[in-house]
């Protein structure tokens, strides 16, 4: 699903920003998108924490051999010892289990979220053992596609600003999200922009 929005907020930034105007024209036609549910879209961000993209996808795949179907009731459901034999960390298992208990226990309300701003969301997300801000940052854009989140603790958003407004120097926290404040209400949209400027190829959560 592409965001209603994208359109408008890319001619938007383009008119303000001469950088995000030709990261606009150069990926003109692809923007992001949203796949998978809220569950297994947490349960694959887990999955891939601290190891490579490529491992990340070979233990997903193992989980999915285990666990057809990954709802929240079947990890429940699941003996520890077979999700470990999936390439998962103890501490893994751990926040997996964790992540289910909160949807299985109704102490997510995946519901009420359009209804929630993005920092009551981010303080429901950061409940579950194992999901910091950044993992709620990433689903709020990836998942939920809310337009205006600006992950500033984000190594690819500060690299890609320091190569576009600081002549290749790391930005300090304060003074990201002062360049970021230029880009309300769509600053989804330009991390995602200068993020292409780094790396072509989208990533997927």
């Known amino acids: 699903m592409i965001p209603r929005y994208w ?10 920003d001469p950088v995000l105007s030709r ?3 150069a990926h003109a036609g692809v923007s992001i998108a949203s796949r998978g549910d809220p569950f297994t879209t947490l349960f694959r961000s887990i999955v891939g924490q601290q190891i490579s993209v490529k491992a990340a996808e070979s233990v997903w795949a193992r989980v999915r051999e285990a666990l057809p179907a990954p709802t929240p009731r079947a990890v429940l459901e699941c003996p520890a010892e ?13 926040y997996i289990v964790d992540l289910a208990g909160h949807f ?12 929630m701003s993005d920092a009551e969301i981010i ?3 950061t409940a579950v053992r194992g999901i910091g801000v950044w993992t709620a940052e990433m689903f709020l854009i ?10 500033v603790d ?18 300090s926290r304060s003074e990201l999200a002062l360049v970021g404040e230029a880009w309300r209400p769509w600053r989804t949209v330009a991390t995602w922009y200068l993020w292409r400027s780094l790396d072509p190829v ?3 959560y």
Do not use: T
Not at 10 to 15: D, F, G, T
Not at 142 to 151: K, S, T
């Open 23 to 25: 990261l606009a024209e």
């Open 7 to 16: 359109q408008r907020a890319s001619r938007e930034l383009a008119n303000l």
């Open 104 to 115: 299985a226990g109704g102490r997510i309300h995946a519901r009420r979220w359009p209804r």
């Open 123 to 125: 303080a429901e997300l």
């Open 202 to 204: 989208p990533v997927e």
């Open 142 to 151: 990836f998942n939920l596609l809310r337009p205006d989140v600006f992950p």
């Open 82 to 94: 077979r999700l470990r034999g999936c390439g998962l960390s103890a501490r893994k298992v751990e």
């Open 154 to 171: 984000d190594i690819g958003l500060q690299k890609a600003v320091a190569r576009h407004y600081f002549a290749g120097k790391r930005p």
